[in-house]
């Protein structure tokens, strides 16, 4: 079955950096886009940076020149480069697996996955 486990979150002063990880179960790497989502106390969640399987990445405003997303399809790891972190990057952070149908038919996978979730805190 697929997992996706999140670590490297923690407390981190404003202007600081953090990287986080994603590891991954099975092959899901190879097939998903995967994303990296964060929610706040109060608030939505909300996806802010993603890749395809072609490589291809997208970044929401309020993270684009700072956070940087990349993988390791040999590890099967999917990481989360955070810099110039500001109190408003506190959150909640999710690793995502996302699958079109077709695909998921195909494999035999779910079409959506979630990590548990780490913690990040931009902190003075």
């Known amino acids: 079955q697929v997992q996706l486990v999140e670590f490297g979150g923690g407390l981190v002063q404003p202007g600081g950096s953090l990287r986080l990880s994603c590891a991954t179960s099975?092959?899901?790497?190879?097939?998903?886009?995967m994303g990296w989502y964060r929610q706040a106390p109060g608030e939505q969640r909300e996806l802010i940076t993603s890749i395809t399987r072609g490589g291809s990445t997208t970044y929401v405003d309020s993270v684009k020149g700072r956070f940087t997303v990349s993988r390791d399809k040999i590890k099967g790891t999917v990481y989360l480069d955070m810099n110039s972190l500001k109190p408003e990057d506190t959150a909640v952070y999710y690793c995502?697996?996302?699958?079109?149908?077709?695909?998921?038919?195909?494999?035999?996978?779910?079409?959506?996955?979630w990590g548990q979730g780490t913690q990040v805190t931009v902190s003075s």
């Open positions: 099975g092959d899901i790497i190879s097939f998903a886009t």
């Open positions: 995502n697996a996302k699958l079109s149908p077709v695909v998921a038919r195909n494999i035999g996978y779910n079409p959506n996955y």
